[in-house]
């Protein structure tokens, strides 16, 4: 039986809602709650496995307190351009690492220090653990 890739719109969209989901600290379990399902189905939603139908965009959008527009902000549109690439796409790894409670903390924490230089620090030190992190790996 063979497996089929989750469409790159569908990942999006479960993306963000998964984001939000965690910004307003609110479990898989009680979102599930909340739309009457189970939060498996609320995993296979934010992972694209399953795609979300008009209805329950609808539902989770408001139960999420967010237009419908917001999970599509961002995400491919489907419409390529002459070099290949969909319009206004950021790359996965972005939606990604914001979808993780870890990267929307980080996201937070780091947008409240007003501190041109610090911030610019920040990101130096962050950059120079990675690139340590990279050259010690096999």
């Not at 002459?82 to 790894?93: K, L, M, V």
């Not at 990604?96 to 030190?125: C, H, M, P």
């Amino acid at each position: 039986m063979s497996t089929k890739a989750p469409n790159p719109v569908d990942k999006y969209v479960g993306s963000r809602v998964r984001m939000r989901r965690i910004m307003l600290g609110m479990s898989q379990e009680k979102l599930g709650e909340a739309l009457g399902l189970t939060f498996q189905q609320v995993q296979k939603y934010e992972k694209g496995t399953n795609r979300v139908g008009a209805s329950r965009l609808q539902q989770i959008s408001e139960i999420l307190q967010v237009p419908v527009s917001f999970l599509f902000d961002g995400g491919p549109s489907g419409v390529r351009t002459a070099d290949g690439f969909s319009e206004g796409s950021s790359p996965a790894y972005v939606s990604d690492f914001l979808a993780t409670a870890e990267g929307l903390a980080l996201t937070r924490a780091f947008t409240r220090i007003t501190d041109a230089k610090l911030r610019r620090s920040i990101v130096e030190l962050v950059e120079q653990i990675a690139a340590r992190e990279a050259a010690d790996r096999p």
